[in-house]
């Protein structure tokens, strides 16, 4: 998956497997959350990552990040391999990416005024403390909050407040990349726009690039450059955002979209939405396309043999059996 | 038709550390035998609270503290603690968001249906069994007899959902509750839940109150649609009214604040400010604060006037443009 530029980031095959503990006689069952996973990121665009949960997502955006030890793989951050990185190595690396977190009740010490959390991440990546103060106040303004409060707790703040304090912080160290995942989930329909309009202006400024994990189809499409659909640990199609939504080439990836409740009665789609069946569980073992218990076009193929990811149309990639060339 | 269920000027209030929440503040609607019938609202709204108001789950600390509610023309608010378990479960029902915390976890799925028919119904435990059997396969539950014995813990988040529906549904109620039933599945699964929710209302005639923050579960689903905020209803219509003539400028920002598919470069359009607190709540209108169009006058709580058959709206803009209910 080639572009015309070298990528910021660049996954290939990664993979994380947890090991399930079976108790005191069975031997564990592994959990393959990411499970041979390779895309590309390009500088200043956002990378929206969809789908439904169990699926490898957040997971796969962790081990960006380095959160955790792969299990295989290689990822490239700016040019430099950092999946076999020590800590040590990944330090001056860290701050230049940070993350966003799902739930911003969780995601901030309840004991820290704002000034504290926006101000923590440059403490510890050694900035003066003139810099450390002039920093937090310029960013606050940026997420649209105010000076007075800088000295005030996080349970002072509403759901979408507290996103804003979380944004302010991810970029006080002046990040290039930023993992937002699901930083919406938890907020009420009308402060969502607020959160999306605040991550693109600053993306803008700032020239950031974004890998935005979500599970609300509609807001991704507004929000990403390109998108990319995972099922069971496997990236199945990946293209750029509108071609994605007016052209889904992979039979989960339409019924994806077609399971999304449009806002408009006019369009009454739930009857369309014809999936039937469940993801199966990550333990499960399918030796062909991990989609083939639920596909509406299963062949024989698909059973025996795992599809691999090839690109369809200029920038358009799936991994089906039916688009084999 | 006659009304089924009228909501007459309910208030609820809670008791808390900091002092009254006046969660709900004065809610009148109404829904029909057989009708399908949409609460949509942001977090703290009321809209839960005004649904577990109707069967009386409030808990120690939460009250009704003025308003009727009406069901078959009987006074609800009226009723005894005994009498109202004689009507909760038998003629209305209810379901919740998370399916898993609502099912007993250490009973089998079949011990917690018979429970109830026998009960509610006087069936023996024999018709009880059957009863229950059929109920889990008209819900889609595959192999129902042999998952009859089986624990919460061996279905998933969908199965679980279909089974309180099934649980819900065995005694044949006059109207269900569902509070967010759909919030914590899969969009897949969702689709499938609101699919089957939406054909047992046409075979059964009962009649659903469907609780959601989802403005394209409400499209999807709904004949008409009640929009609260603030702990009162701000618009009520038919969901063509409410999606293609809104008429309050808090309907009308909720919609603005959504995604436009076909305009993905355009900036959103969010409502400022969040949702207020409960505590103290506004005396006027409680959308004023945030509101785009706010005038003096709004600091008196504003009467509904009617912008057409069954739909009413209430906002001082409307004052010369409607008749006031």
Known sequence: MSEHNAPLVSVRDLRKHYRLNGGLLRKGVAVKAVDGVSFDIQPGETFGLVGESG??????????????????????????????????????????????????????????????????????????????????????????????????????????????????????????????????????????????????????????????????????????????????????????ANTLYQHPAHPYTRALLAAVPQPDPRIRNLEQATLRGEIPGPTSVLPGCKFCSRCPHVMPVCRREEPAMQEIAPGHFAACWLFKV | MSNLLELDNLQTTFRTHDGDVHAVRGVSFHVQA????????????????????????????????????????????????????AIRGNQIAMIFQDPMTALNPVLTIGKQMTEILVRNKGLSKKAAKAASIAMLEQVGIAEAARRYDQYPHEFSGGMRQRVMIAIALSCDPKLLIADEPTTALDVTIQAQILRLLKSLQQKTHTAILLITHDLGVVAQVCSRVVVMYGGLVMEEGSVEDIFYRPQHPYTQGLLASLPHPEQTSHRLSPIEGSPPGLLNPPPGCPFAERCPQRMPQCERQPAFYSQGAGHRAACWLLEDKGVQV
Not at chain 1, 125 to 139: A, F, K, N
């Open chain 2, 34 to 85: 057989g009708e399908l019938v949409g609460i949509v609202g942001e977090s703290g709204c009321g809209k839960s609270v005004t649904c577990k108001s109707i069967i009386q789950l409030l808990g120690s600390n939460g009250r009704i503290t003025g308003g009727q509610i009406r069901f078959n023309q009987d006074d609800l608010a009226q009723k005894t603690p005994q009498q109202m378990r």
């Open chain 1, 55 to 240: 699926c490898g997502k957040s997971t796969l955006g962790r081990a960006i990040l380095r959160l955790f030890d792969i299990t295989s793989g290689e990822i490239h951050f700016a040019g430099q391999e950092i999946a076999q990185a020590s800590e040590k190595q990944l330090k001056p690396l860290r701050k230049r990416m940070q993350a966003i977190f799902q739930d911003p009740w969780s995601s901030l010490n309840p004991g820290m005024t704002v000034q504290q959390l926006v101000a923590e991440p440059m403490q510890i990546h050694g900035y003066s403390r003139e810099e450390q103060r002039e920093r937090t106040e310029t960013l606050l303004y940026k997420v649209g909050l105010r000076q007075e409060h800088l000295q005030r707790y996080p349970h002072e703040f509403s759901g979408g407040q507290r996103q804003r304090i979380s944004i302010a912080r991810a970029l006080s160290v002046r990040p290039e990349f930023v993992l937002c995942d699901e930083p919406l989930s938890a907020l009420d329909v009308s402060v969502q726009a607020q959160v999306v309009n605040i991550l693109q202006d600053l993306q803008q400024e700032l020239g950031l690039t974004y890998l935005f994990i979500a599970h609300d189809l509609s807001m991704v499409r507004h929000i990403s450059t390109r998108i990319g659909v995972m099922y069971l640990g496997k990236l199945v199609e990946v293209a750029p």
